[in-house]
């Protein structure tokens, strides 16, 4: 069967609101064809999306699955789309994702330079996507740290991070210059299998009121620094690594311009900044 993109744009209206009525005000549509789009849909994939009463609408195990896929292949039509538009008006268009706490506007600069007719947008990353936004369109490549799933990728390593243990200035480690590993046993750590946290906002702040601590490379440390929090590198902790990732099937002349411009200047600030251990071991 062919997708109608129209119909699953209805559904995730619904799947969103759980309310027939106010799915049919998003995407100005009336109620009653709303839901005659959906009972089509659901005839044409032959299998339920919605459980109906007269109080709510609930996703069916189908309907759920639907839903998680939904995102990404709107997210890719939609980006194909802009993409077709830009090559119409005949534009260069570069969206560079980067990592938390890394910085890709020296490349940038040095781009912009050499390719003046070139428009740079610039996609930062939340910590679940990684490397989602290069699989689905929204960036053409990226500044990332490991790990992350590189399969498809061609991966240029950059560098290398230490990692610092963030902890409120009350805890009892707070005075300590540096850490090891062991130090921490036993200590609740953010970002771990017992909580997850939605935004790095939301980890520092757990952090500060003292519901537990947590790893970060050096970089976030340094964006996010704030006087109730206390970073201390942590001796034997493996460093990360930095690296530009890009599509193996997609790399545009101006990605693959950027790329190299990228390499040598970001491994030339990795190299000049780069900190001893114990440098960042108090950081307030």
């Not at 490991?146 to 061609?154: H, T």
């Not at 000049?272 to 960042?280: D, L, N, Y």
Request: one cysteine or more.
């Amino acid at each position: 069967m062919d997708l109608d993109l129209r119909k699953l744009r209805y559904f995730v209206a619904v799947a969103e609101h759980r309310h027939f009525g106010r799915a049919a005000q998003a995407p100005f549509i009336a109620q009653p064809v709303l839901s005659r789009q959906i009972r089509s849909f659901e005839q044409e994939l032959g299998c339920p999306l919605f459980t109906r009463t007269t109080r709510s609408v609930e996703l069916t195990p189908a309907g759920k699955q639907l839903y998680d896929e939904a995102s990404r292949i709107t997210t890719v039509v939609d980006v194909a789309l802009r993409r077709v538009q830009e090559a119409q008006r005949g534009e260069q268009r570069l969206v560079v994702a980067f990592s938390p706490g890394l910085h890709v506007s020296e490349a940038i600069r040095t781009f912009a330079a050499s390719h003046p007719k070139a428009v740079i947008d610039v996609f930062p990353l939340r910590w679940w996507e990684r490397d989602a936004p290069l699989r689905d369109g929204r960036a053409h490549l990226g500044y990332l740290r490991r790990p992350f799933d590189d399969s498809g990728l061609r991966t240029i390593p950059i560098g290398h991070e230490t990692k610092v243990a963030c902890l409120p200035v009350t805890h009892p480690l707070a005075g300590r210059r540096a850490l090891t590993s062991s130090d921490l046993d036993g200590e609740p750590i953010l970002g771990g299998r017992t909580r997850r946290t939605s935004s790095l906002e939301e980890k520092f702040e757990l952090i500060a009121s003292g519901q537990g601590i947590a790893l970060v490379p050096v970089s976030i440390a340094d964006s996010y620094s704030r006087p109730d929090l206390v970073y201390l590198t942590v001796t034997d902790a493996p460093p990360v690594e930095t690296c530009l990732a890009v599509p193996e099937s997609n790399c545009p002349g101006p990605a693959q311009d950027f790329l190299d411009i990228a390499t040598t200047t970001l491994r030339r600030h990795t190299s000049g900044s780069e900190e001893e251990p114990g440098a960042a071991s108090r950081s307030t």
